[in-house]
């Protein structure tokens, strides 16, 4: 059984298909890549599968139980987190509040979380995870005077808070300078290497292609081809998406 599936999901912005009939499966220790030109449906897929937009039609089934049009919430509690293309950060806090508050995303409310921030393991937890990132230095420091670059890092360090089973990330690389894409790379890697679930929205193709096992290619909502980076790279179909061949 798949640990996440989605079945012929579709998803239509007033009569408008953004999604048709798309279906992907997710193993374990999976590190697929979701690629397609601008405009193909990559983050509407992740919107749907996360419950920040409810399907037209379709399922989204995760370890087996059909979580279909969930609440981003509950989607979260159950196991599947993610990053965003614009950063979801508490820029009026600090490195390691952002992370507390993500660590209790997965439990309680909005209050409680406001209230119920300092939890010894949860702190610990944390400390691990910026040291990891490199950013321990910076815990008192608030989101909002991060570099960008330092921002994502935090960004994917809240993703990794809740122990989620699986983590979807949008563009993670995207505006990052060539040190810091390195940087991420080879803690997606190191972590995938693990056993931590990985599906992965990029637009750097020389990244994808070399980090991804498996990709997924969307066009204009529709899912035209899958397989290995070198099958995918030589697919008619996708040089047709991005080149007009």
Do not use: W
């Amino acid at each position: 059984m798949a640990l996440l599936e989605v079945r012929d999901l579709t998803k239509h912005f007033f009569r408008l298909p953004a999604l048709s009939a798309v279906s992907l499966s997710v193993e374990h220790g999976d590190l697929l890549g979701v690629i397609g030109p601008n405009g193909s449906g990559k983050t509407t897929l992740f919107n749907c599968v996360t419950g920040v937009l409810s399907p037209s039609a379709g399922q989204v089934r995760f370890k087996g139980e059909n979580i279909t049009g969930l609440s981003a919430d509950l989607v979260h509690r159950r196991g599947i987190a993610r990053t965003f293309q614009l950063i979801q950060l508490f820029p009026e806090m600090s490195v390691l509040e952002n992370m507390l508050l993500a660590a209790q995303e997965r439990e309680g409310t909005l209050l409680g979380r406001l209230f119920r921030r300092e939890d010894g393991g949860a702190a610990d937890r944390a400390m691990e995870l910026l040291e990891y990132l490199g950013i321990a230095g910076l815990r008192d420091t608030f989101a909002s005077n991060l570099s960008y670059g330092q921002q994502k890092l935090l960004d994917f360090g809240m993703a990794l808070m809740s122990r989620p089973e699986v983590i979807l990330l949008d563009e993670p690389l995207a505006g990052v300078n060539p040190t810091m894409i390195k940087s991420l790379v080879g803690h997606i890697q190191a972590l995938n290497a693990e056993g931590h679930t990985f599906v992965v929205i990029e637009h750097n193709m020389e990244v994808v292609m070399s980090l991804c096992r498996r990709i997924v290619v969307l066009s204009q909502g529709e899912r035209i081809a899958e397989g290995t980076p070198a099958e995918v790279a030589d697919n008619p179909l996708v040089l047709d998406a991005y080149f007009g061949r």
